[in-house]
Structure formats: structure tokens, C-alpha cells
């Protein structure tokens, strides 16, 4: 059975937050994920989720990367096990933001698979799709790079044919589709269009209101649920 299931939402401060501010936007979607009964990933810094985790009860706490070192020779790097041992679920890999190579990428998989962690695998073109899916990640996050932060999403011939790429590779693959999403009306467009999932960071994050955004954009995942 897989760790998430569809529709699921991911939140992700990346690094605008930590300490108490993201524990504060933790517990608000930790108890929207309990009032829809909706899976809600969660990344974080990973000094901050040992404490999200201690003080939220319905989130999948996702690490924001992770490198592919044994224990042992490593200063510096972010060791699997670690990752696992303080209960984190998943981790968010190749991210704009933090690029990785197709051979280190391909061997961080398999190590995350080796401790037993979900992984989130990010890519831009439909090509980079393609080839992602062939590493086997849990999950991908679709997203033109250029549109990653700017309130605009990304158009509907992309959402179609990045989740068709990667579904005709791996049909068990969670296809998620974020860039630009920050309203309800956008999550409910790329749920449409074939998305399984969805998410956001800055369009959250700088809402006036977490709880008022966040009640706003899981909502329509429990209508479509309810519905398919």
C-alpha cells in the first residue's frame, strides 16, 4: 500500500520558515488534514521536523533533500538513516532550487528505498519527465522551473502531457502538479487535468490568513474526492 493517497496535498515552506512560524503553519495543516481527511505532505528544514512531528499528529513529514552516503565518511551530507530515524516519511528530491545529476539522483532513490523513504521527485520538461519516471520514484512533481513562485500555473497541454509521460512509464507513479497553484480554482483545474495530487509554497505563505488559504485550497480536493 502507498505511503499517500490521491488526491493528497503537499506543503512546502522550503526555507522561509522554520522554527515557530512553521510550526505554526504545521499545526494549521495539521488540523485541515484531519477536518478533509486528506493525505497533507509536509516539508520542512530538517532541524525543525523532529518538533513538527512531536506536535502534529496527520501529517506525512517530508525532508527537503537527502544525499546517498552510508553511514560512515560524509561531513556535511544529509545521512538516509538519519532522515528515517527521527520519523520522517519522505523526501523531496532534485528540486530547482537544488538540481541533482540523473546518476546522483538515480543513486539517491535507490538509498531512500534502501531505509524505506517515499520519494518526491521533482522535473521540468516533459522530456526530463520521461526520464525521471525511468528511476522509479514514489511520486514526481511536474513544474516548469519558470513559472516555480510566480502565482501563474502552469498551462493545460503541460499538465496533460507530463502526467501521460510519466504514467505510460509507470503507471503507479503519483504525478503532482504545482507550479503557480495558489487558489482553490487551480487546484481544482490541475485535479481535472489528471493531476493526482497538487501543492504550494508561496502562494500560502504570503496569504494573509494560512488557515483561511490552506481551508481554500484542500477543499476542493474533498469535493473531487468525493465525486471520482
Given amino acids: 500500500m502507498s505511503l499517500v493517497?490521491?488526491?493528497?496535498?503537499?506543503?512546502?515552506?522550503?526555507?522561509?520558515?522554520?522554527?515557530?512560524?512553521?510550526?505554526?503553519?504545521?499545526?494549521?495543516?495539521?488540523?485541515?488534514?484531519?477536518?478533509?481527511?486528506?493525505d497533507v505532505l509536509?516539508?520542512?528544514?530538517?532541524?525543525?521536523?523532529?518538533r513538527i512531528k512531536s506536535e502534529t499528529h496527520n501529517l506525512i513529514l517530508t525532508a527537503q533533500h537527502m544525499d546517498s552516503l552510508v553511514a560512515g565518511r560524509g561531513m556535511g551530507h544529509v545521512l538516509p538513516e538519519a532522515v528515517k530515524n527521527v520519523g520522517i516519511k519522505a523526501v523531496v528530491l532534485n528540486h530547482a532550487e537544488n538540481p541533482l545529476t540523473l546518476s546522483v539522483l538515480d543513486k539517491t532513490i535507490k538509498r531512500a528505498k534502501e531505509v524505506?523513504?517515499?520519494?518526491?521527485?521533482?522535473?521540468?520538461?516533459?522530456?526530463q519527465c520521461r526520464a525521471v519516471a525511468e528511476l522509479g520514484p514514489n511520486m514526481m512533481i511536474c513544474?516548469?522551473?519558470?513559472?516555480?513562485?510566480?502565482?501563474?500555473?502552469?498551462?493545460d497541454?503541460?499538465?496533460?502531457?507530463?502526467?501521460?509521460?510519466?504514467?505510460?512509464?509507470?503507471?503507479?507513479?503519483l504525478v503532482l502538479e504545482a507550479a503557480g497553484v495558489s487558489t482553490g480554482k487551480d487546484v481544482e483545474k490541475v485535479l481535472r487535468l489528471g493531476a493526482d495530487g497538487t501543492g504550494g509554497t508561496?502562494?500560502?505563505?504570503?496569504?494573509?490568513?494560512?488557515?483561511?488559504?490552506?481551508?481554500?485550497?484542500?477543499?476542493p480536493m474533498k469535493k473531487y474526492k468525493e465525486e471520482n
Fill in 157 to 173: 497541454k503541460y499538465i496533460v502531457d507530463t502526467v501521460k509521460a510519466v504514467k505510460e512509464i509507470n503507471p503507479q507513479i
Fill in 143 to 155: 513544474e516548469p522551473t519558470s513559472l516555480i513562485g510566480t502565482g501563474n500555473t502552469s498551462d
Fill in 202 to 219: 508561496s502562494g500560502i505563505i504570503n496569504a494573509p490568513n494560512w488557515e483561511d488559504k490552506l481551508n481554500e485550497m484542500i477543499l
Fill in 5 to 38: 493517497k490521491k488526491p493528497f496535498f503537499l506543503v512546502n515552506p522550503k526555507s522561509y520558515l522554520y522554527g515557530d512560524k512553521i510550526l505554526k503553519l504545521a499545526k494549521i495543516a495539521d488540523k485541515i488534514a484531519q477536518k478533509y481527511q486528506i
Fill in 42 to 50: 509536509f516539508s520542512g528544514q530538517l532541524v525543525d521536523l523532529p
Fill in 116 to 127: 524505506g523513504l517515499f520519494t518526491i521527485v521533482c522535473s521540468d520538461t516533459v522530456e
